[in-house]
């Protein structure tokens, strides 16, 4: 363990070398993200703040909602998005072939020499705007931020399993593209209350693509409002999404090696 | 040649059989989140007001200017300017018998009605069976949203041009296409239509540019605008396209001059 | 005697998608796909003993880079069984990769943006490689492959030549019994080919490397191995000693002369026409005993000679060859 520890460490220090190499567009990149999510956050704010709420949300809520889903999206896929994404090319032009005679596991290097550390400027847009929406919001004591804690590394575990394994799809020669082009749309439902969605989008959320687990039913939980379906208990349940979910990217990452190498017969 | 570019372009896209269906999901499943949250407000009452528009008029209005007018991917034609920037195709370009921005031009507007006759319209259609949707009920308001729709594709090119001849200076085309996506979403007037905008950030927002790419278009087609008023804005629509293809030959013409001297 | 590698009726079956023509096609392939199989390697079997270095050959498309990839673990057999030092690659994954070395000539190991070092620190984490160990191996490879002097300096900037050293260096870091090459001196010019088959033969007789090596050019396996494997189209057609394959093919080189004038049919003793174009002429040398200077005196005595030259016989040439001079031939 600790030297899949080591191993992890080391891979993502020389990648964060490689992408330091581009350091002159880095800050300019980081401020242009954050000044487009503020601003299309800000486009909620405005429709809120004058129209009082949305769904018996007040904007604070809204806002406290969108910065926790933009931070354990953004945690979720520094680890899974970009280097899954790649997956099917490097696939085909065999250079994931050359991960198979290593020592280490291909998911440990794939993860690590590829963390991506752009998502700094989401993760710093999203913790502020967090805490300048929630100090009022939440009665926060010991049982209620650790809640936040737990809510947060589940929610970013959901996120970085459900991106792992669209792209452990591609070693079932799946083209995943499209698959992704789908995920980030359904995403977009993540942003709102669900409850404002039409009923079969709702039971698409929290039961068949478990999206509402990274956002909504954590938030609703921690600020008392309604979750549908599962009700209250889907915010216990949070604490679990985050073991489960990696279970299946594990199942789901086998289950392609395996018929990567041809193993099944 | 510039029907040959456009009609190439459109061919390239047929190519790729698997995107029009994933397309038309996404934009769906966009378009029903901003219906949602729309259907949400108009539950608690808030807005009933002479000056509202209903509720049919605003789910309309939000897949006219959201999935119809706006389905363009202004990021392809940054890149491409970014990239002939570095590459030096830029200079190359020059000595091409058709001027580089009209090429551009003509390739982008392939690209548009590529996605709105495969993505765009399937996706409207789908959305007018599932909500309320209005069908424009007078003949002359139908033509004048087509004159909108044209104007407005073209400020939208022409303002991802000018993002993208700011790589020459900046030489970063990914932080660009993430400032030009962070004005859209106030100035366009989409999910926020610009009479909810807060004074003066509302008036500011109908004399920029953006208000033609999503806002006026529907509003037009919705008929919520006076034919009178309506032909002023499009007056202004065109002198939005001069200015902005003055400001951009200039940039060019400083951008060639720096390559030029640069040796490209 | 204790083998290296063994092969045991090995055959690998691929399933591959049958994309469907037609304007409906995209769809029915959609749905239904319609799948094929394609055999790669087919009932193959052959050992290697430790030590020995063997040279892996056939034309395109004979399934070597499948039998290598089966080797190295990247893929499992459809059937049959492989073994490297009496374990499976796919069952030990782990532990089969510490033992084993892998150079692919076109798909760099090397971190291409950052500085060689870095690749070697990363492997020496990866391989749980002890620092007396890393230090020993590190010594040892930049003396013999000649990397330090560019040991600092980023792999983007490397020549070719100085790449594939430093590519070498790196499978060879945590000391693998076998070493896999396929195609090493891909790409590099005639000086870069000779260092790297150099220090191939000096690593190899220090070290006691098993070695297997796919490549083109025949250069390559005539100053590396002692043994040849050659497959086609999925089996063995040859297997033993790079000398009984000579004597088993017979002719060897290849004389091509080319004429000024249009010129008849045109004998030479000791030789074989086997193309007669009226500008170019093609003779095989048949038997040993015809020497270099036999040939060069009857060259003189024909005018009109623009420029001749004596060629290698390309690997699909030497399959033919040996498909031509009888059956199959296992000697081990």
């Known amino acids: 363990m600790s030297s899949k520890i080591r191993l992890a460490w080391k891979l993502a220090s020389l990648g964060f070398r490689v992408q330091l190499q581009f350091k002159g567009s880095f800050l300019l990149n980081r401020i242009a993200q954050v000044i487009a999510y503020g601003s299309s956050f800000g486009a909620i704010f405005i429709l809120t703040y004058r129209i009082g709420g949305m769904a018996g949300w007040v904007w604070r809520e809204l806002l406290f909602l969108m910065s926790f889903q933009l931070l354990s999206y953004s945690l979720g896929a520094a680890f899974c998005f970009v280097q899954f994404r790649e997956l099917e090319s490097n696939v085909r032009k065999g250079t994931f072939d050359l991960l198979l005679v290593k020592p280490?596991?291909?998911?440990?290097y794939i993860i690590f020499a590829k963390f991506n550390f752009d998502y700094i400027g989401h993760v710093c847009l999203a913790l502020t705007l967090m805490a300048w929406s929630s100090i009022h919001l939440v009665d926060w004591n010991f049982i209620t931020v650790l809640y936040l804690f737990a809510a947060i590394l589940n929610s970013a575990a959901l996120t970085a399993s459900m991106l792992l394994m669209i792209g452990a799809l591609s070693l079932f020669g799946i083209r995943v593209y499209y698959l992704y082009v789908i995920f980030f749309s359904v995403l977009e439902f993540t942003r709102y209350p669900i409850v404002i969605f039409p009923l079969l989008l709702q039971v698409t959320v929290v039961v068949l693509v478990p999206l509402a687990f990274m956002s909504y039913i954590p938030v609703a939980y921690l600020l008392d409002h309604p979750i549908p379906i599962v009700g209250p208990m889907g915010g216990v349940f949070v604490i679990f999404v985050g073991p489960l979910s990696i279970c299946a990217a594990t199942f789901v990452w086998h289950r392609g090696l395996v018929n990567y190498q041809g193993a099944g017969g | 040649m510039f029907l040959n570019i456009v009609t190439l372009s459109f061919k390239v896209n047929i190519a790729y059989r698997f995107d029009f269906i994933t397309g038309i999901i996404s934009e769906i499943v966009r378009a029903v989140a901003r219906i949602a949250i729309w259907a949400a407000v108009y539950e608690t009452n808030i807005l009933i007001s002479s000056a509202a528009p209903s509720f049919s008029q605003m789910t309309t209005h939000l897949i006219i200017s959201g999935t119809l007018v706006t389905r363009w991917e202004f990021q392809g034609l940054i890149r491409s300017i970014d990239q002939s920037v570095k590459s030096g195709d830029l200079s190359i370009n020059l000595l091409h018998p058709i001027d580089y921005p009209i090429y551009l031009f003509a390739r982008e507007v392939g690209n548009y009605i590529y996605s709105v006759a495969i993505v765009a319209l399937p996706a409207v259609l789908i959305l007018s069976f599932w909500f309320d949707f209005d069908w424009p009920d007078k003949f002359s308001y139908g033509l004048l949203f087509v004159?909108?729709?044209?104007?407005?594709?073209?400020?939208?090119?022409?303002?991802?041009?000018?993002?993208?001849?700011?790589?020459?200076?900046l030489m970063t085309a990914f932080a660009i296409e993430w400032l030009l996506e962070a004005l859209m979403p106030i100035l366009a007037g989409i999910l926020v239509p610009l009479w909810l905008l807060p004074e003066p950030l509302a008036t500011l927002a109908r004399i920029l540019p953006f208000a033609w790419i999503g806002y006026y278009p529907s509003q037009i087609y919705l008929g919520r605008i006076e034919l009178g008023v309506a032909w002023i804005l499009l007056v202004g629509g065109v002198l939005w396209v001069g200015l902005l293809v003055c400001w951009i030959s200039f940039l060019w013409h400083r951008a060639t001059k720096q390559f030029t001297v640069h040796g490209g | 005697m204790e083998f290296a590698i063994e092969v045991c009726n090995v055959t690998k079956t691929y399933k591959i998608a049958n994309n469907r023509d037609g304007n409906t096609g995209w769809f029915h392939s959609l749905v239904k796909p319609e799948r094929k199989e394609l055999t790669a390697v087919s009932d193959l079997s052959f050992q290697v003993s430790t030590g020995d270095s063997v040279g892996y050959l056939g034309p395109n498309g004979a399934g070597k880079s499948t039998m290598i990839k089966m080797m190295t673990g990247i893929l499992v057999p459809t059937s049959g069984t492989i073994e490297l030092r009496g374990r499976q690659p796919h069952l030990h994954r782990k532990e089969n990769a510490q033992?084993?070395?892998?150079?692919f000539g076109q798909r760099s190991q090397l971190w291409w943006e950052l500085p060689v070092v870095d690749s070697?620190?990363?492997?020496?984490?990866?391989?749980?490689?002890?620092n007396y160990c890393y230090e020993r191996n590190k010594n040892y490879l930049l003396q013999v492959l000649e990397i330090k002097n560019f040991w600092n300096q980023s792999v983007r900037q490397l020549s070719l030549g100085q790449r594939m050293r430093a590519e070498l260096a790196l499978a060879l870091i945590h000391e693998p019994k076998i070493l896999f090459l396929d195609e090493p001196t891909i790409g590099l010019d005639i000086e870069a080919k000779e260092a790297v088959r150099k220090i191939l033969r000096q690593i190899q007789s220090e070290r006691e490397l098993t070695i297997i090596l796919t490549s083109h050019d025949l250069q390559?396996?005539?100053?590396?191995?002692?043994?040849?494997i050659i497959v086609n189209g999925g089996e063995l057609i040859f297997e033993g000693t790079l000398d009984t394959l000579r004597a088993q093919m017979g002719p060897e080189r290849r004389l091509v002369i080319t004429f000024a004038k249009p010129t008849g049919e045109l004998r030479i003793a000791g030789?074989?026409?086997?193309?007669?174009?009226?500008?170019?002429?093609?003779?095989?040398?048949?038997?040993?005993?015809?020497?270099?200077g036999n040939i060069l005196a009857q060259l003189k005595d024909i005018d009109n000679i623009v420029d001749f030259s004596v060629r290698e016989l390309t690997i699909e040439e030497i399959v033919k060859s040996v498909y031509r001079n009888g059956s199959i031939v296992k000697c081990s």
């Open chain 1, 104 to 108: 280490a596991p291909a998911w440990l």
């Open chain 2, 147 to 169: 004159a909108f729709w044209f104007v407005g594709f073209t400020i939208f090119f022409l303002i991802a041009c000018l993002f993208g001849l700011l790589t020459i200076w």
């Open chain 3, 99 to 103: 033992h084993i070395g892998v150079v």
């Open chain 3, 120 to 130: 070697f620190e990363l492997h020496k984490i990866m391989y749980s490689l002890s």
């Open chain 3, 220 to 228: 390559d396996i005539r100053e590396i191995c002692s043994k040849v």
């Open chain 3, 271 to 292: 030789t074989a026409l086997i193309s007669n174009d009226k500008f170019e002429k093609h003779y095989l040398i048949q038997d040993r005993a015809t020497s270099s």
